[in-house]
């Protein structure tokens, strides 16, 4: 059983939330302090994004760290190096989420392969097209125990659901809409039927929701509706702060008690 199946298994209440955040922003050495600093304040588990030039995801916020953590000189390379001590200092779940020409560069076997070197789970490429990696990517990812994790969002065909569900091992990212991170999640009657649509599928993996979640009653709301919660921007812009570190603590208190 992989570390995030224990997660679900063994914590019984729905207020489940990871946290995403930017290697190498706001300093180029500070990926395993934060990471460090949100297991210990209650996150359960982490995305650490791995920067690019072009998110065309990513709304200003987003972008933004990705550009600083550029010009601070974050590259695969020298994240997948301090990650080398991921596991000596923090126990939860880690995901890289990033964009495939980056994966590409490096060599996506060599991915993988520096992935499970250094305990990370699974990977967030959300430009990697679903037939590209079953065609070309599936077995170099599962011969390294590494999942792929694919993202839905509410134009997704319910067959094209069916499909990555039958993909994915570990969770389906949910988008709670077609925009760029970073907007703020509003509960329409449209965004609730279609999580309901998603739910009434009966996927066998875990549905988690990202985009848009910022503050306790967006979490209370996403986690009700799926299996957990991603919060990206709004703890990013946590970062912009000289005592980010200190900040890291009632950031996650506030999001999960409000």
Do not use: W
Not at 67 to 84: C, D, I, P, S
Not at 201 to 216: D, K, M
């Amino acid at each position: 059983m992989n570390r995030l199946a224990q997660l679900f298994n063994n914590k019984k209440d729905k207020n489940i939330l990871s946290i995403y955040f930017t290697a190498g922003y706001p300093h180029l050495n500070n990926t395993l302090d934060i990471a460090e600093g949100l297991e210990k304040a209650g996150a359960d588990f982490l995305e650490i994004g791995f920067p690019y030039s072009d998110p065309l995801a990513d709304g200003p916020v987003i972008q933004h760290s990705s550009q600083v953590a550029l010009q601070n000189g974050m590259t695969l390379e020298v994240l997948f190096e301090q990650l080398k001590e991921l596991r000596k200092r923090v126990s939860i779940p880690v995901y890289l989420m990033g964009y495939f020409n980056t994966v590409y560069q490096y060599g996506v076997e060599r991915f993988c392969k520096s992935c499970a070197e250094v305990g990370v789970d699974g990977a967030i490429i959300p430009d990697l097209p679903m037939y590209e990696y079953e065609e070309l990517y599936e077995d170099i990812f599962k011969s390294n125990g590494i999942s792929n994790v694919f993202l839905v969002s509410p134009q997704t065909t319910d067959d094209r659901v069916r499909k990555i569900d039958s993909l994915s091992t570990d969770f389906i990212y949910l988008l709670s809409s077609s925009a760029t991170t970073g907007k703020d999640l509003k509960v329409s009657d449209e965004r609730l039927s279609y999580f309901q649509r998603i739910k009434a599928l009966n996927l066998n993996n875990r549905i988690v929701i990202g985009f848009g979640i910022s503050n306790h009653d967006n979490f209370k709301q996403a986690a009700g509706a799926a299996d957990a919660a991603i919060i990206g921007s709004a703890f990013v812009r946590q970062l912009e702060s000289d005592d980010y570190l200190q900040r890291i603590p009632e950031f996650i208190r506030s999001i999960k008690e409000g």
